[in-house]
């Protein structure tokens, strides 16, 4: 009887090694610097944009229903009143 070899979990990449996967990254890397740092500034600019409007979604949505309100509001008495104060000439 021969024992079945248990599988190495270290090789999930095409038999590849996450050591050897990240040495040749970085060989690639190290090979064409101004790319990686271009690719690099790109991916974080996306993230920083996603970042930026889940930060500012609340505020826009208490713009817009503020907006929303203050657009359908009809005037009141004390518009009328303050209104006529305005329309009068001060000379």
């Given at each position: ?45 996306r993230l920083g944009r ?37 329309e009068k000439d001060p000379?």
């Amino acid at each position: 009887m021969s024992k079945e070899k248990e599988r190495d979990d270290s090789d999930d990449f095409g038999g590849i090694s996450f050591g050897r996967m990240i040495l040749t990254l970085a060989v690639v890397a190290l090979g064409r610097p101004w790319e990686t740092v271009k690719e690099h500034f790109r991916w974080v600019r996306r993230l920083g944009r996603r970042m930026l409007r889940l930060a500012l979604a609340p505020f826009r949505l208490a713009t817009l229903i503020v907006w929303s309100r203050l657009a359908g509001r009809r005037p009141t008495f004390e518009d009328h009143l303050h209104r006529v104060d305005e329309e009068k000439d001060p000379s």
